[in-house]
């Protein structure tokens, strides 16, 4: 990796944690340019691997051409945001993700799922993206990065049906970015899914419920995530060079203080919660633990 100056001189942790992000984009519009910053300031941090998610066909094969360079740092997934569910797939679009999922180096399907926000794509459109998504999982036996916001029931009701389908065989899931309830939540950990936590729970106000929350989820089934650029957070930024006090675009670097979040809810030392959530993420990945 080049030599940054600018990467940032202190981190202030007693000790340097051991982390694993769990969702940094980098190969979004607002990351890719600075890849090798990023990992290095990330690295200063203790951030010493990441899973880097595909949202759309071509992002996902990004990230499989980017995690080549970087095989022992960089993990990716291959899949099809809610977001992006602007139409029915196509037999050729079904191939291409297939082609992508089968590699060897794709360590999950996703990023998929169900968000019923304003202004994303029409619900029926976005069910069928993650219909195929589910039993392209399941065929494979790979594990699922999912995405649910605004539409427990129905990801659920789908969920289901594939387990119907495969005859009760589900791949392992991790919900990521979890900001839901707690009547959602404990319906995810009766399921067994993986809960991905990020700088939501840095947030004042907006963070309290969550931090409320976390007891719920067994340590054997967290893990911690930026999902940078996005779900940034007062102070996310400010071991960085280059505006310290925005919160976009949110940043690799930012993880310690998700740790430290986590850690002071469940009365936890932030040392224990980085252990736990790297093994936990590289036992979903199926890499060494």
């Not at 979004?28 to 010493?48: F, N, P």
């Not at 740790?259 to 036992?283: C, D, F, M, S, Y």
């Amino acid at each position: 990796m080049i030599s940054d100056t600018s990467s940032p001189s202190v981190i202030k942790n007693e000790e340097t944690l051991d982390l694993f992000d769990f969702d940094c984009n980098l190969t979004h519009d607002d990351m890719v340019a600075d890849v090798e910053m990023h990992m290095q300031h990330g690295a200063a941090a203790g951030v010493t691997e990441m899973l880097v998610p595909g949202a759309t066909l071509e992002e996902s094969q990004a990230a499989i051409d980017l995690c080549r360079k970087y095989p022992t740092q960089l993990f990716p997934t291959a899949g099809v945001h809610p977001y992006h569910a602007l139409a029915l797939p196509t037999p050729e679009e079904l191939a291409t993700l297939s082609d992508l999922a089968q590699l060897e180096e794709c360590r999950a399907v996703g990023e998929c799922g169900l968000d019923y926000s304003p202004s994303f794509p029409d619900a029926k459109l976005q069910q069928e993206w993650f219909k195929v998504q589910l039993d392209l999982a399941c065929r494979l036996q790979k594990p699922l990065f999912l995405h649910e916001r605004l539409a427990h029931d129905d990801f659920m009701a789908l969920i289901k049906q594939c387990q119907q389908k495969f005859n009760d065989y589900f791949p392992p899931v991790v919900v990521h970015c979890f900001t839901g309830n707690e009547q959602e939540l404990r319906e995810y950990v009766r399921q067994g899914f993986y809960i991905g936590i990020t700088g939501f729970i840095c947030k004042k106000e907006h963070g309290a419920s969550l931090r409320a929350m976390v007891q719920h989820i067994p340590l054997q089934k967290l893990v911690i995530e930026t999902d940078a650029p996005y779900m940034g957070f007062p102070k996310c930024r400010r071991y960085e060079p280059s505006h310290p006090k925005k919160q976009y675009p949110n940043v690799p670097s930012a993880l310690p203080q998700v740790v430290e979040a986590i850690a002071t809810a469940l009365g936890k030392t932030p040392q224990e919660i980085a252990l736990i959530t790297k093994a936990n993420a590289r036992r979903f990945l199926r890499l060494s633990v």
